[in-house]
C-alpha cells in the first residue's frame, strides 16, 4: 500500500496466497486420511473409514476456516495507514 497498491488488491493478495496453502493442504489431507483409513477401519464402530459426507464437510470448514484466518489480519493490515507505519518504523 506504501508503493500504491489499493487496500481491497492487498486483501485479495493475501487471501490468494492462503487459499493456495489451504487447497494444497486439504488435497493432501484428504490423501492421507483416505490412505490411514484402512489401518483404522476396525476401531470404528458403526462408520465408515471412507465416509464422503465427512471428508466433503472437514474440507469446507478447514477452507473456511482458513479463508477467516487469513481474511482478518488481511483486512486489519489494509485499514493501516502506510505512511504512518513507515514513520513508526
Do not use: C, N
Not at 26 to 44: C, Q
Not at 53 to 82: E, M
Request: no cysteine; aromatic share 6%; proline share 6%.
Amino acid at each position: 500500500m506504501a508503493l500504491g497498491a489499493a487496500p481491497a488488491r492487498v486483501v485479495r493478495l493475501v487471501l490468494s496466497r492462503v487459499s493456495i496453502l489451504v487447497g494444497i493442504g486439504v488435497l493432501v489431507g484428504a490423501g492421507v486420511s483416505a490412505w490411514a483409513s484402512k489401518f483404522v477401519a476396525t476401531l470404528l464402530y458403526g462408520l465408515e473409514p471412507r465416509d464422503p459426507v465427512t471428508l466433503v464437510t472437514s474440507a469446507i470448514v478447514l477452507a473456511t476456516v482458513g479463508a477467516l484466518a487469513g481474511w482478518l489480519p488481511a483486512w486489519r493490515a489494509s485499514r493501516i495507514d502506510p505512511a504512518q507505519v513507515l514513520r513508526d518504523s
